[in-house]
């Protein structure tokens, strides 16, 4: 096989001008460098959005709680400044009527402000999709009221009624404490 080195000579010499030469070199240093200015810009106004926007961070928890059909693990997810996502997984081992089985629970909630824009106590109110295993599996649909109460910079206080109307019309009170995240 026959290499013509006339051919390889200009991509050597563009290989190598890009390992020595830095990406935004001005050897006449005549003319100004744009592109550190446009960076700056961007980080700028990045820094501006972030300062305009509340920090969602503190807010979401996963907790342990209990309830008329068992243990409950739960939590908040926020969606936005107004909207989280509560999901919510309900034990029942050895219930009340033998009947064993586990319900997942993920009603999407409005989130108020607490009086006075104070973030200590949060209520909310919601509804969303579910399932419950056991015997057969069902689809739920459930709706939600409830507060969150922060204790500190990492635990808070929830408590809710969940109201499943296909389940008889169930109405189950849940209690617990989250961790904040």
Do not use: H
Not at 22 to 39: E, H, K
Not at 59 to 68: C, D, I, K, Q
């Amino acid at each position: 096989m026959k290499v013509n080195f006339v051919f390889l000579l200009p991509l050597a010499v563009l290989a190598a001008s890009a390992f020595v030469a830095p990406a935004q070199a001005n050897p006449t240093g005549d003319r100004p460098t744009v592109t550190p200015t446009i960076v700056a810009q961007r980080g700028e106004r990045s820094m501006q959005a972030s300062q305009s926007k509340p920090m969602l961070q503190g807010n979401n928890y996963v907790g342990l709680a209990g309830s008329e059909e068992g243990a409950v693990v739960n939590g908040r997810y926020a969606l936005s400044n107004r909207f989280s996502i509560r999901p919510e997984v309900f034990t029942n081992l050895g219930g009340d009527n033998g009947e064993e089985g586990v319900a997942v629970l993920a009603p999407v909630t409005l989130d108020f402000n607490g009086s006075n824009g104070d973030r200590t106590f949060q209520p909310f109110a919601g509804m969303g999709p579910g399932v419950r295993t056991g015997d057969s599996t069902e689809l739920q649909f459930v709706t939600t009221a409830g507060a969150d109460i922060q204790l500190g910079k990492r635990y808070a206080i929830n408590g809710s009624v969940n109201y499943l109307p296909f389940d008889d019309q169930q109405v189950d009170f849940v209690a617990g404490l989250g961790y904040r995240f």
